[in-house]
């Protein structure tokens, strides 16, 4: 008898833990993701973006001759600024990667570069447009190749978090059961023995135990269900839009140094061609975007982002004819001009298409993140007095017990 | 090639250096690819060299200038150059890459030497030098545009060989370029012999590098895709000397004080304006425009705005009738 309250006792305490640390390290888990690995990939997916942006718009600037306007200059600055705060940010989450590495050393020798060209480029000599092609290759093989691998790895410490908090608790649960089934089998062997009915002790700790394992039990379910959203309506969604954004703006500036290069480099626009393809193909990203099972306001946005490319895709080849037939200013106006029919106006509309599908996208990831955070509120707390009432019923019901014997 | 080593050497330390003490003491290794051109070709891949040059006698000889010249405006009926005095305006097929011969000012207007000898022929016909068109070209397609009557003429630095013969026409020679040496002015390099297992730049595909290869010094041939990439090259120490025609090298000179041409010109590229072949009256023509430049000044004027003075003695005409 005193041997097997000691087992159940031992038992009911070690469910009482692993119920607790569980919930404790879950609720960390879902915490990091939404305070910590979520932002973090929020920061990577913004330097990414403002990296793609600042290699655009100063190839845009550069088209202007050599006073370049100066919203775009101010424009070029805050992506840089964009770059170097979300580079400090990861950096300060204390890792410290290769990537991040050559992000820091390479982004100050890609804005040198791109002084340079300007300066020369305010000289009116064709050396600014090379340091230019330069500072381009540079943000595309060291910086944007960089940044992405970042963003890459921020999403696997992401999904990381994510299944660590939506894991199923395999310890805990199973404890639980058998304590259950220990409570029962120990009361049904006293009702024989005793003909007494009902052990209030035993009755106390059979009921808490059950509703500390029903609690575990739809916690879990509820947490996984809305990290499983945050991922397949929130993350993933963005994932797929960001690298459909950084597509467009690359495209964006192979447009403009195209025009750059005027004519000696053709890789340009076979670049921006395999950026369309990549966007818009059967299987690109953006059909990829609208396929999925999605919000009516996501596929909306996506849909529009189509359309509006589709637009620009014209501009783009109106202007190699234009260009084709030696109207060089002519080619250059309509790749920067203000018009609405004008490249940058076409491309910003894609921009804020994407921009919008991500924001809805990314709002989506935070609500789904913070349910999962409320159904693990107060888990670790209740289990483990829930689990101290158990113990103390088991303890009392088995001392009348021994009680009754003497 | 030692100094050229060790100036990298002392670049990279000097970056690495920098690397280093912008992050903790602890931290070791950082290191930095010093960025290059994109597309570089560092050793380059060496174009095959021409083939037998297809027998044309002369190449330098042209078409002999008719007399007296037709005067602006009046242009002979049923001429090539009555065609395109209906039209309104000369097409004429031009780089605007190369600083100093064809390229865009800061206006985006595309000037020139080139650009100043096209305009002298549209003042020859129509008294008039704007009325001209320029198509911006690649070297590539200079011959494909006058084959296909896109322009009526090519001015281009383009150089009269009779492999271009079988495919086009020339005008008598307007410049008289060659291949030479651009070297940073600390250099103490006295051309192209002098440079032996250095990094010598040139545009990828070019003869220019096919005649670095074949030195007998062997110079390493770098390429790039444009010739401003050579000199980013040469600004940033990753090569010691730029070698195409003295042209383009002025070009690029103007581009940057601290760098010289050494040596002299080791290859010949005669300069002529490129017609289609089914035009000869408008070769004779062309030439006869460039008789009078010659004599009236004009060509040096053309020379001293461009290139500096005192302009030498202009490329005299050589004619097969």
Known sequence: ?406 | MKSARALLVAVSAAVLLAACSATPADVTGGSVAAPVPNGVQDPAKIPPAATAATACGDPVASLRPPAPLPAPGHMPSGSTMATILARGRLIVGVDQTTYLFGYRDSHGAIVGFDIDMARAMAKAIFGDPSKIQFVAITSAERIPYLLEKKVDLVADTMTINCDRWAQVDFSTVYYNAGQSVLVPSTSKATGIDSLGGQKVCAAIGSTSITNIAARKSHPIPVAVNDWTDCLVMLQQNQVAAISTDDTILRGLAAQDPDVKLVGQPFTSEPYGLAMAPSSSDLVRFVNGVLEQMRSNGQWAAIYDRWLGGPAPTPPGPKYKD
């Open chain 1, 1 to 406: 008898m005193t041997a097997n309250l000691v087992v159940l006792f031992v038992l009911a305490l070690a469910f009482g833990i692993a119920g607790t640390v569980g919930g404790i390290q879950r609720g960390d888990l879902v915490g990091n993701v939404r305070t910590n690995s979520g932002p973090l990939t929020v920061q990577a997916q913004s330097l990414y973006r403002a990296l793609s942006d600042a290699d655009s718009t100063e190839a845009s600037a550069f088209l202007s001759g050599g006073a370049e306007p100066p919203a775009l200059r101010s424009r070029y600055l805050g992506d840089i600024a964009t770059a170097s705060a979300a580079l400090t940010a990861l950096s300060a989450s204390g890792s410290d990667t290769p990537a991040l590495r050559s992000l820091s050393v390479g982004l100050p020798i890609y804005t040198g570069l791109v002084e340079t060209a300007r300066a020369d480029n305010r000289l009116g000599l064709p050396l600014g447009a090379a340091y230019l092609r330069e500072a381009s290759a540079q943000m595309r093989n060291v910086l944007l190749t960089a940044a992405k691998t970042l963003y890459r790895d921020e999403r696997a410490q992401l999904a990381n978090d994510r299944n660590g908090g939506g894991g199923f608790p395999w310890i805990a649960i199973p404890l639980g059961a058998i304590v259950l089934i220990l409570l029962i089998r120990a009361q049904r062997a006293m009702t024989r023995r005793t003909k007494r009915i009902l052990n209030p002790g035993l009755v106390a700790a059979t009921l808490t135990v059950a509703i500390a394992i029903g609690w575990i039990t739809v916690s879990w379910a509820v947490g996984a269900e809305h990290l499983h959203s945050s991922r397949a309506d929130g993350s993933d969604r963005v994932n797929v839009l960001v690298n459909a954004r950084i597509d467009a703006l690359r495209a964006r500036a192979d447009e403009a140094l195209t025009l750059v290069a005027r004519g000696n480099d053709v890789s340009f626009d076979s670049d921006f061609k395999a950026m369309m393809t990549d966007l818009t193909g059967d299987r690109g990203l953006l059909h990829q975007a609208a396929s999925a099972p999605v919000a009516a306001g996501l596929r909306a946005d996506v849909e529009a982002a189509i359309t509006d490319l589709k637009a620009w895709q014209a501009e783009n080849t109106a202007m190699h004819a234009t260009n084709d037939k030696g109207d060089y200013p002519g080619a250059v106006a309509s790749a920067i001009g203000p018009n609405a029919t004008d490249a940058p106006a076409l491309f910003a509309k894609v921009d804020d298409d994407l921009d919008r599908g991500i924001l809805v996208a990314n709002g989506e990831f935070a609500a789904q993140a913070k349910d999962a955070a409320s159904a693990l509120r107060g888990l670790a707390i209740g289990v483990g007095a829930l689990i101290i009432v158990a113990l103390a019923g088991i303890t009392v019901g088995f001392q009348r017990r021994i009680a009754e014997y003497r």
